[in-house]
């Protein structure tokens, strides 16, 4: 394995690890404040036992993100100390600010965790929106720098080296808007939709149990807007890529040659040698149509771009293709939640639309993933866009694999004990002597000493 | 000596973020030290005295050294990149001690009870806590050593293992690691509410007080005969003398307040000496961010970049301070 082949893999495993972890931070947090809020207004234990077991489950993967976020930090210059001498005045900007956003993050985790019975209700609760704002707003600061990447401005380039810099305008990207916005709806409906449908599973097989109940109905309140919303920020997202970054669209499309009415191509096996597309279903000027609202237009095709500038095809176009699928499939079954509750009917006891649900549980997860390929390995052979080849950016430093081989090991390990304490703490039904527990009068006047 | 400059402003706020990172996470990775040397038949109550010391706080705590390296590669590039690349090996290992620390610590808070898995990831959390100081001292070592410089292409040996491995940096390694224990069991025994308890911390405060005593002399010792860059930096700069004799003094209190038993006193010298440790250092190298060549005038990004970094830290001061003291106010009176 090449130095380099070894140093995206590492990173690309960094990343998709804590990115799960990075988009519970931001979801969790306003589940929990729900509950909470609800508990402080209707004073059921139920709401309360949920604002608990779903801040158990956030201190977990809060920790083992704060950890895997600091490894990215440093793999940053670790691995491609280039691209971070060179991007590092344009973006570090964005960078402090999500430095400060994490930090009050984990402050106010810190209280919310631990302050139950050390500060008032109502300044608990207060500290709870305080982590899902500053959770959200550090993860939009970080995107902005992936957004500076894909369409980086804010510089002059002038024989290879970047002059003349306005950090501020590199805040600005033409991608900045439509990314930010993708990505957080993107953590919403995942967070959402994965706690839904745990307790669509369990729902399935205890259908009467109050618990579950309570919490489906809270993670959808959650997941289920913001499913339905992000085909529209998918559609934003298109258009901007069609327009900033071609070779990107081209590979999502699989489109090897510029075309007038490009059709959508739907599933297919895209060959980078013969520039071809098996087992592929095209639907006439869809591409068009989609990417520049003109059943008309002509879309780029890759062969615009020399060959040494194409991303890897066949990983973008298939990464999309899931992307998509997933996020249409988690908008109708939004669609399916809101006509039932605009109907007055129980989700729980719609046994098929639970069994969606239940199926539906990883998918935003997966989603989130692949997009992520299609940004990063769509933008390959670039780190940043046009100016810094990724080959360049890259550390000096031999026997990468030896470092991969060891993080790797490292995030294996780690995301099977986060899956068993995950299960073991929080997904399962609570126990009778739970049940007395939450519903005692003690447990509901005065919230237990610690949250642990 | 040129006027001070915003360079100079923006290295005073990295130095100031480490002097954080060493004066609070330096006690976590502390109490986990103390963690598996826990002894003698209140050997439970000093665990779980240390587990609720740091549950709350250790996140924030650790954010400190984010806010160091993002400032180092936002302000400061060509020395985050020659630090990177040099330094490899021992950050990559720095890593996975803060990792396996990190998450060793939260699973073991959420196992069951008195569990086999309890006690394991209790385990991994207390010696990734001593493991961690002693490399990040290392790194530390290899810097104040002048020894991070651009690769020479003479291999692997000479350019990734040869700058930080050395008696000196281990010496520096081994002294952080005193250090750290030493906060740690300062803190704790202002942290105990039985007064057992707090002697038990009272005596392991006082032997690491010992051991970091004998860890600086040794670095002195070998600066003297390895490193005269920084034994001259150490003996012979007139900016950092004042800071050492302050060092000192607090270095002495620390000790009387821990023998009479007066323990706010002994909880504040220690932070003293930290801090005077720190800045010590820091001054001794300026005006070098690595030295021997590369100052912070030659390392600084654009003035533009500088002056946004300013104003963002000034902002983020104002949210962040506030925070950190109704933390504090809540749990650690």
């Known amino acids: ?452 | 000596m040129p006027p001070l400059g915003l360079a100079d402003l923006v290295a005073g706020a990295v130095v100031l973020g480490l002097t954080a990172y060493v004066l609070l996470a330096g006690a976590d990775f502390g109490g986990g030290v103390w963690d598996l040397f826990a002894s003698g038949p209140r050997r439970e109550h000093q665990r779980s005295l240390i587990a609720h010391a740091i549950a709350p706080v250790w996140e924030a705590n650790h954010v400190w050294l984010i806010l160091v390296i993002v400032l180092l590669f936002t302000c400061f590039p060509p020395a985050f990149s020659r630090l990177t690349i040099a330094l490899h090996v021992p950050l990559s290992l720095v890593l996975l001690g803060i990792v396996l620390r990190g998450s060793a610590f939260i699973f073991r808070s959420y196992a069951p009870e008195y569990s086999t898995e309890q006690r394991s990831w209790g385990r991994v959390f207390a010696i990734a806590s001593l493991v961690t100081p002693v490399l990040l001292g290392v790194a530390l070592g290899a810097i104040a050593a002048g020894q991070v410089n651009r690769p020479s292409g003479r291999g692997f040996v000479e350019d990734y293992l040869a700058p930080w491995a050395s008696p000196f940096t281990a010496s520096v390694g081994a002294f952080t690691l005193a250090l750290f224990a030493f906060l740690a069991a300062v803190y704790l025994t202002v942290e105990s509410r039985e007064s057992d308890l707090q002697e038990d911390f009272r005596k392991r405060a006082l032997a690491a007080g010992g051991a970091v005593f004998v860890t600086a002399f040794l670095t002195l010792l070998l600066a003297w005969r390895e490193s005269p860059l920084v034994w001259h930096g150490l003996t012979a700069s007139a900016r950092a003398i004042p800071v050492h004799l302050v060092t000192g003094t607090a270095a002495i209190l620390a000790f009387w307040g821990l023998w009479s038993r007066r323990y706010r006193v002994a909880r504040v010298a220690p932070a003293a000496q930290v801090v005077g440790i720190v800045w010590g250092w820091a001054l001794a190298q300026y005006p070098y961010i690595l030295p021997p060549t590369l100052t912070l005038q030659d390392a600084a990004a654009p003035h533009i970049t500088l002056k946004l970094v300013s104003i963002g830290l000034g902002v983020g001061a104002v949210v962040l301070l506030p925070s950190l003291w109704y933390l504090f106010r809540v749990f650690k009176r």
């Open chain 1, 1 to 452: 394995m090449s130095d380099l082949f070894a140093a995206r893999s590492q990173m690309a495993i960094s990343l998709a690890f804590h990115i799960l972890f990075a988009v519970v931070g931001i979801g969790m947090p306003l589940l929990m404040v729900v509950a909470e809020r609800r508990w402080l207004a209707t004073k059921d234990p139920i709401d309360l036992e949920l604002a608990k077991r779903w801040s158990k489950g956030t201190a977990i993967l809060f920790a083992v993100g704060a950890v895997s976020g600091t490894v990215l930090s440093f793999e940053l210059g670790l691995l491609w100390p280039g691209f971070m001498e060179l991007a590092g005045p344009l973006i570090g900007l964005p960078f402090s600010l999500e430095g400060f956003a994490f930090f009050t993050e984990a402050i106010f985790l810190g209280i919310y965790l631990y302050g139950w019975d050390r500060i008032p209700p109502r300044a608990h609760l207060l500290a709870g929106v305080m982590v899902a704002v500053s959770g959200a707003v550090s993860g939009i600061f970080v995107v902005l720098v992936n957004a500076w990447m894909n369409a980086p401005t804010g510089f002059e380039l002038v024989n290879g080296a970047i002059t003349n810099i306005d950090p501020i305008k590199a805040l600005q990207s033409p991608a900045a808007f439509q990314q930010t916005l993708h990505m957080t709806l993107a953590a919403y409906a995942a967070t959402g939709f994965a706690v839904a449908g745990i307790h669509a599973l369990l729902l399935l097989r205890e259908p009467m149990n109050t618990f579950h109940r309570r919490a489906l109905a809270i993670a959808l309140l959650v997941g289920a807007p913001a499913a339905l919303l992000q085909p529209i920020s998918g559609d934003i997202s298109a258009r901007n890529v069609a327009r900033y970054q071609p070779a990107k669209l081209a590979a999502m499309e699989a489109l090897f040659e510029t075309r007038r009415s490009a059709p959508l191509l739907l599933g297919g096996w895209p060959d980078m040698e013969t520039r071809t597309v098996r087992y592929g279903i095209e639907i006439p000027a869809g591409l068009s149509l989609l990417a520049a609202h003109d059943p008309d237009a002509e879309i780029a095709g890759l062969d615009q771009f020399p060959r040494e500038d194409w991303p890897h095809v066949p990983t973008v176009h298939v990464a999309f293709q899931v992307m998509v699928g997933l996020g249409t499939a988690m908008a109708l079954v939004a669609l399916w939640v809101i006509w039932t509750v605009a109907r007055r009917r129980q989700i729980a006891e719609h046994p098929l639309l639970l069994k969606a649900l239940a199926v539906c549980a990883p998918f935003g997860f997966i989603a989130i993933e692949a997009g992520w390929t299609v940004t990063e390995v769509g933008r390959q052979p670039w780190v940043v866009h046009g100016v810094l080849r990724t080959a360049d950016a890259v550390t000096p430093m031999p026997g990468l694999t030896y470092t991969l081989a060891g993080f790797t090991l490292l995030y294996v390990l780690l995301g099977i004990v986060v899956v068993w304490m995950l299960y073991s703490q929080i997904i399962k039904s609570p126990r009778d002597q739970d049940w007395h527990r939450i519903y005692s009068p003690a447990a509901a006047t005065r919230p237990a000493t610690e949250a642990r």
